[in-house]
Protein backbone atom coordinates (compact mmCIF):
# COMPACT_ATOMS: atom_id res chain seq x y z
CA UNK A 1 0.00 0.00 0.00
CA UNK A 2 1.17 3.52 -0.67
CA UNK A 3 2.29 5.83 1.96
CA UNK A 4 3.85 8.41 3.16
CA UNK A 5 5.69 9.42 6.50
CA UNK A 6 6.49 12.46 8.08
CA UNK A 7 8.71 11.33 10.82
CA UNK A 8 8.90 14.36 13.00
CA UNK A 9 5.70 16.04 14.25
CA UNK A 10 7.93 19.32 14.70
CA UNK A 11 11.18 20.36 13.92
CA UNK A 12 12.92 23.16 15.94
CA UNK A 13 16.04 24.99 14.53
CA UNK A 14 17.90 28.53 15.35
CA UNK A 15 17.78 31.32 12.76
CA UNK A 16 20.96 30.80 10.12
CA UNK A 17 21.23 27.35 10.84
CA UNK A 18 20.65 24.47 8.17
CA UNK A 19 17.07 22.60 8.15
CA UNK A 20 15.89 19.30 7.42
CA UNK A 21 12.48 18.14 7.50
CA UNK A 22 11.95 14.53 6.86
CA UNK A 23 10.04 12.84 4.40
CA UNK A 24 9.94 8.91 3.47
CA UNK A 25 7.59 7.01 1.23
CA UNK A 26 6.47 3.59 0.26
CA UNK A 27 4.88 3.23 -3.64
CA UNK A 28 4.97 0.73 -6.07
CA UNK A 29 6.22 1.91 -9.51
CA UNK A 30 8.08 5.53 -10.31
CA UNK A 31 6.77 8.85 -8.32
CA UNK A 32 5.87 11.88 -7.91
CA UNK A 33 7.28 13.78 -5.07
CA UNK A 34 6.20 17.34 -3.85
CA UNK A 35 6.49 19.28 -0.72
CA UNK A 36 4.32 22.47 0.55
CA UNK A 37 4.35 24.97 3.07
CA UNK A 38 0.70 26.55 4.92
CA UNK A 39 0.76 28.91 6.95
CA UNK A 40 -1.59 29.34 9.92
CA UNK A 41 -5.22 29.92 8.15
CA UNK A 42 -4.30 29.71 4.46
CA UNK A 43 -4.08 27.67 1.76
CA UNK A 44 -1.30 25.33 0.68
CA UNK A 45 1.81 27.28 -1.66
CA UNK A 46 4.14 24.83 -3.60
CA UNK A 47 7.82 24.63 -2.85
CA UNK A 48 9.00 22.08 -5.28
CA UNK A 49 8.59 18.90 -7.15
CA UNK A 50 10.26 16.01 -8.36
CA UNK A 51 8.89 14.15 -11.40
CA UNK A 52 11.88 13.02 -13.17
CA UNK A 53 15.92 13.91 -14.18
CA UNK A 54 18.31 15.65 -11.28
CA UNK A 55 17.88 14.15 -7.87
CA UNK A 56 18.24 17.92 -6.74
CA UNK A 57 15.35 19.69 -6.68
CA UNK A 58 15.47 23.57 -6.32
CA UNK A 59 12.38 25.34 -4.88
CA UNK A 60 10.60 28.43 -3.68
CA UNK A 61 11.92 30.15 -0.91
CA UNK A 62 15.65 28.81 -1.27
CA UNK A 63 14.61 25.31 -0.48
CA UNK A 64 15.85 22.27 -1.69
CA UNK A 65 14.79 18.39 -1.83
CA UNK A 66 16.83 15.58 -2.74
CA UNK A 67 15.32 12.56 -4.23
CA UNK A 68 17.01 9.41 -2.89
CA UNK A 69 15.60 6.26 -4.42
CA UNK A 70 17.32 3.86 -2.51
CA UNK A 71 16.56 5.41 1.13
CA UNK A 72 13.11 6.27 -0.91
CA UNK A 73 13.06 9.70 0.84
CA UNK A 74 12.83 13.12 -0.39
CA UNK A 75 13.87 15.42 2.39
CA UNK A 76 13.77 18.88 2.31
CA UNK A 77 16.20 21.03 2.98
CA UNK A 78 17.38 24.79 3.41
CA UNK A 79 21.14 26.20 4.43
CA UNK A 80 20.05 28.84 6.33
CA UNK A 81 16.36 29.03 8.14
CA UNK A 82 14.69 32.69 8.86
CA UNK A 83 12.15 33.21 11.27
CA UNK A 84 9.58 33.35 8.27
CA UNK A 85 10.02 29.72 7.76
CA UNK A 86 8.42 28.61 10.43
CA UNK A 87 4.99 27.09 8.99
CA UNK A 88 3.35 23.52 8.43
CA UNK A 89 5.29 21.71 5.53
CA UNK A 90 3.50 18.75 4.02
CA UNK A 91 5.28 16.45 1.33
CA UNK A 92 3.10 14.78 -0.97
CA UNK A 93 3.09 11.68 -3.64
CA UNK A 94 1.65 11.12 -6.17
CA UNK A 95 1.76 7.62 -7.68
CA UNK A 96 -0.26 5.04 -9.89
CA UNK A 97 -2.33 1.86 -8.36
CA UNK A 98 -5.26 -0.27 -8.39
CA UNK A 99 -8.39 2.13 -9.96
CA UNK A 100 -6.03 4.63 -11.18
CA UNK A 101 -3.40 7.31 -9.91
CA UNK A 102 -3.69 8.45 -5.75
CA UNK A 103 -2.21 11.20 -4.05
CA UNK A 104 -1.04 10.94 -0.52
CA UNK A 105 0.08 13.99 1.77
CA UNK A 106 1.99 13.42 5.08
CA UNK A 107 0.33 13.99 8.59
CA UNK A 108 2.77 17.47 8.45
CA UNK A 109 5.71 18.32 9.87
CA UNK A 110 5.78 21.99 11.87
CA UNK A 111 8.62 24.27 11.60
CA UNK A 112 9.36 26.46 14.23
CA UNK A 113 12.39 28.95 13.75
CA UNK A 114 13.87 30.78 16.81
CA UNK A 115 15.40 33.41 16.32
CA UNK B 1 1.42 33.25 -11.14
CA UNK B 2 -1.96 33.04 -10.74
CA UNK B 3 -4.25 34.48 -8.58
CA UNK B 4 -6.60 32.26 -7.02
CA UNK B 5 -9.57 33.61 -4.62
CA UNK B 6 -11.77 31.25 -2.48
CA UNK B 7 -15.08 32.27 -1.39
CA UNK B 8 -16.54 32.22 1.64
CA UNK B 9 -13.55 31.67 3.85
CA UNK B 10 -15.68 30.52 6.35
CA UNK B 11 -19.45 28.92 6.58
CA UNK B 12 -21.53 27.79 9.23
CA UNK B 13 -24.72 26.28 7.95
CA UNK B 14 -27.20 23.48 9.83
CA UNK B 15 -27.23 19.53 8.98
CA UNK B 16 -28.55 18.62 6.15
CA UNK B 17 -28.55 21.57 4.15
CA UNK B 18 -26.05 22.07 1.45
CA UNK B 19 -22.89 24.38 1.29
CA UNK B 20 -21.31 25.98 -1.96
CA UNK B 21 -18.06 27.00 -2.00
CA UNK B 22 -16.44 28.76 -5.01
CA UNK B 23 -12.97 28.62 -6.45
CA UNK B 24 -11.74 31.55 -9.05
CA UNK B 25 -9.11 31.65 -10.98
CA UNK B 26 -8.82 35.68 -11.16
CA UNK B 27 -5.83 36.28 -13.87
CA UNK B 28 -5.65 32.65 -15.64
CA UNK B 29 -7.87 30.00 -17.42
CA UNK B 30 -7.44 27.08 -15.69
CA UNK B 31 -8.89 24.08 -17.70
CA UNK B 32 -8.09 22.26 -14.46
CA UNK B 33 -8.77 22.70 -10.61
CA UNK B 34 -8.28 20.65 -7.87
CA UNK B 35 -10.72 20.56 -4.30
CA UNK B 36 -8.64 19.30 -0.65
CA UNK B 37 -9.79 18.33 2.44
CA UNK B 38 -8.12 19.23 5.67
CA UNK B 39 -9.15 17.53 8.78
CA UNK B 40 -8.09 20.13 12.23
CA UNK B 41 -4.69 18.82 12.96
CA UNK B 42 -4.05 16.33 10.23
CA UNK B 43 -3.12 16.24 6.59
CA UNK B 44 -4.51 17.35 3.56
CA UNK B 45 -6.54 14.60 1.64
CA UNK B 46 -7.26 15.56 -2.41
CA UNK B 47 -10.84 14.77 -2.96
CA UNK B 48 -10.97 15.26 -6.74
CA UNK B 49 -9.64 16.95 -10.00
CA UNK B 50 -11.74 19.56 -11.78
CA UNK B 51 -11.95 19.58 -15.65
CA UNK B 52 -13.35 21.85 -17.48
CA UNK B 53 -16.47 21.16 -19.52
CA UNK B 54 -16.07 17.45 -18.11
CA UNK B 55 -16.91 15.52 -14.92
CA UNK B 56 -14.16 15.62 -12.53
CA UNK B 57 -11.94 12.98 -11.64
CA UNK B 58 -12.45 12.07 -7.56
CA UNK B 59 -9.98 10.34 -5.41
CA UNK B 60 -10.91 7.28 -4.42
CA UNK B 61 -12.81 6.85 -1.22
CA UNK B 62 -14.52 10.28 -2.33
CA UNK B 63 -18.60 10.34 -2.30
CA UNK B 64 -19.17 11.95 -5.58
CA UNK B 65 -22.54 12.38 -4.96
CA UNK B 66 -21.78 13.90 -1.44
CA UNK B 67 -19.33 16.26 -2.79
CA UNK B 68 -20.56 17.92 -6.28
CA UNK B 69 -18.28 19.43 -8.06
CA UNK B 70 -19.04 21.96 -11.33
CA UNK B 71 -16.14 23.64 -13.78
CA UNK B 72 -18.27 25.35 -15.79
CA UNK B 73 -15.74 27.49 -17.36
CA UNK B 74 -11.68 28.08 -17.10
CA UNK B 75 -12.33 30.61 -14.23
CA UNK B 76 -15.01 29.32 -11.67
CA UNK B 77 -15.05 25.60 -10.53
CA UNK B 78 -17.68 24.88 -7.60
CA UNK B 79 -17.52 22.12 -4.91
CA UNK B 80 -20.85 21.91 -3.39
CA UNK B 81 -21.54 19.75 0.28
CA UNK B 82 -25.01 18.27 -0.34
CA UNK B 83 -27.23 17.59 3.22
CA UNK B 84 -23.73 18.57 5.61
CA UNK B 85 -23.91 16.55 8.47
CA UNK B 86 -21.04 17.73 10.98
CA UNK B 87 -18.42 14.78 10.16
CA UNK B 88 -18.30 17.10 7.04
CA UNK B 89 -16.56 20.12 9.24
CA UNK B 90 -13.09 20.66 7.60
CA UNK B 91 -11.04 23.22 6.06
CA UNK B 92 -11.72 22.62 2.24
CA UNK B 93 -8.92 24.29 -0.03
CA UNK B 94 -8.82 24.72 -4.02
CA UNK B 95 -5.81 24.67 -6.43
CA UNK B 96 -5.35 25.23 -9.89
CA UNK B 97 -2.39 24.63 -12.56
CA UNK B 98 -1.30 26.03 -15.56
CA UNK B 99 -0.43 22.93 -17.68
CA UNK B 100 -1.11 19.33 -17.96
CA UNK B 101 1.33 17.79 -15.55
CA UNK B 102 -0.11 16.55 -12.50
CA UNK B 103 -0.78 19.06 -9.91
CA UNK B 104 -1.90 22.38 -8.43
CA UNK B 105 0.57 25.22 -7.87
CA UNK B 106 -1.45 27.83 -6.44
CA UNK B 107 -3.86 27.81 -4.16
CA UNK B 108 -6.74 29.32 -2.57
CA UNK B 109 -7.09 30.83 1.15
CA UNK B 110 -9.43 27.82 2.27
CA UNK B 111 -12.44 27.56 3.45
CA UNK B 112 -13.96 26.16 6.67
CA UNK B 113 -16.77 24.73 6.90
CA UNK B 114 -18.56 23.72 10.21
CA UNK B 115 -21.86 21.92 10.27
CA UNK B 116 -24.12 22.35 13.31
Known amino acids: AQSVAQPEDQVNVAEGNPLTVKCTYS??????LFWYVQYPNRGLQFLLKYITGDNLVKGSYGFEAEFNKSQTSFHLKKPSALVSDSALYFC?????????????FGAGTRLFVKA | GAVVSQHPSWVICKSGTSVKIECRSL??????MFWYRQFPKQSLMLMATSNEGSKATYEQGVEKDKFLINHASLTLSTLTVTSAHPEDSSFYIC????????????FGSGTRLTVV
Open chain 1, 27 to 32: VSGNPY
Open chain 2, 27 to 32: DFQATT
Open chain 2, 95 to 106: SVHSGTVDYGYT
Open chain 1, 92 to 104: AVRARNTGGFKTI
